[in-house]
């Protein structure tokens, strides 16, 4: 079974400020892991994900994660947020089960103000 | 090359009535998800399908039915609407779920009264 806990429900951030959005995960097998956006009343776009290899994995719009095994922690993060990177984000990981598909942790609100 | 769209974006119905939702995608992928989605519980996986003619459940399938009959279309159905089944469903497909990104519809909102 895999599970994906993200810490923190709402994350309030100065614009130009750097953000850290958590996510955690649980797994007794090897997994994949990504980082959705949803803006609002849209669907979700990746952002980024792991696969394999360097554990730094940059995205769009400036995000980057840090893959740490040992903490089982995926972790996205931006130098410097703008207004429009105001969002809901979503951590999901995914292995073989299930046909690939995500299994979504239950979101981190970011909200970015003047 | 639309992506993935979802029919219809909203509709309202009274429970223990009967409806199909309709996901289409053009990009001949194999894979097709249904997701719902509910305040404060991230997307739960209903219903997917590895390939035409397949389909299996997820993590909370009970009171919907699907159908892969065309590799394009992924159906939905719900047999007896409960106020539960209030929710934003999302369709997504892949060609290669782990190599490609999952695309995602823009989302049917269904209100249960």
């Known amino acids: 079974a895999q599970s994906v806990t993200q810490l923190d429900s709402q994350v309030p951030v100065f614009e130009e400020a750097p953000v850290e959005l958590r996510c955690n995960y649980s797994?007794?097998?090897?997994?994949?892991l990504f980082w959705y956006v949803q803006y609002p009343n849209q669907g979700l776009q990746l952002l980024l994900k792991?696969?394999?290899?360097?554990?730094l994995v940059k995205g769009i719009n400036g995000f980057e994660a840090e893959f740490n095994k040992s903490q089982t922690s995926f972790h996205l993060r931006k130098p410097s947020v703008h207004i429009s990177d105001t969002a809901e984000y979503f951590c999901?990981?995914?292995?073989?089960?299930?046909?690939?598909?995500?299994?979504f942790g239950k979101g981190t609100s970011l909200l970015v103000t003047p | 090359n639309a992506g993935v769209t979802q029919t219809p974006k909203f509709r309202v119905l009274k429970t223990g009535q009967s409806m199909t939702l309709l996901c289409a995608q053009d990009?001949?992928?194999?894979?097709m998800y249904w997701y719902r989605q509910d305040p404060g519980m991230g997307l739960r996986l209903i219903h997917y399908?590895?390939?035409?003619?397949?389909?299996a459940k997820g993590e909370v399938p009970d009171g919907y039915n699907v159908s892969r009959l065309k590799k394009q279309n992924f159906l939905l159905g719900l047999e007896s609407a409960a106020p539960s089944q209030t929710s934003v469903y999302f369709c997504?497909?892949?060609?290669?779920?782990?190599?490609?990104?999952?695309?995602f519809g823009p989302g049917t909102r269904l209100l249960v009264l």
């Open positions: 997504a497909s892949s060609l290669n779920p782990v190599q490609e990104t999952q695309y």
């Open positions: 797994s007794s097998v090897s997994v994949y």
């Open positions: 792991y696969l394999s290899g360097s554990t």
């Open positions: 999901a990981v995914t292995n073989s089960n299930s046909g690939y598909a995500l299994n």
């Open positions: 990009m001949n992928h194999e894979y």
């Open positions: 399908s590895v390939g035409e003619g397949t389909t």
